[in-house]
């Protein structure tokens, strides 16, 4: 069994930075794509970026696009997504997912396979 866990939530003031960390272990996969979504309340889940194994390919959500960073340590299975310039409207329970997939569009939740249980963001005003 796969599991993924996400760290490095928290409170921060706007124009703050914080690094979320998503660390995935158990069965062992030659290849496989990694991503983050957040979703705020009373809202619907949301892509943010993801990174295929290599890390050439790399896309974010507009809204995110020159202010969060993702990156990925394959040695330890992790991933990083390094939030700059933080947004109260960045507010939210962010996900790391993991997709062993090679179908589907990597913006899309189905694609990905295995989830954190998510770490909350939280960015005052």
């Known amino acids: 069994q796969v599991e993924v866990v996400e760290s490095g939530g928290g409170v921060v003031q706007a124009g703050g930075s914080l690094r979320l960390s998503c660390a995935a272990s158990?069965?062992?996969?030659?290849?496989?794509?990694m991503a983050w979504f957040r979703q705020a309340p009373g809202k619907n889940q949301e892509f943010i970026a993801a990174?295929?194994?290599?890390?050439?390919?790399?896309d974010y959500t507009d809204s995110v696009q020159g202010r969060f960073t993702i990156s990925r340590d394959n040695a330890r299975n992790t991933v990083y997504l390094q939030m700059n310039n933080l947004e109260p409207e960045d507010t939210a329970v962010y996900y790391c997912?993991?997709?062993?997939?090679?179908?589907?569009?990597?913006?899309?939740?189905?694609?990905?396979?295995?989830w954190g249980q998510g770490t909350q963001v939280t960015v005052s005003s």
């Open positions: 997912a993991l997709s062993t997939r090679t179908s589907g569009s990597r913006y899309y939740a189905g694609r990905y396979n295995y």
């Open positions: 990174i295929a194994w290599s890390g050439s390919s790399i």
């Open positions: 158990g069965r062992t996969f030659t290849t496989y794509r």
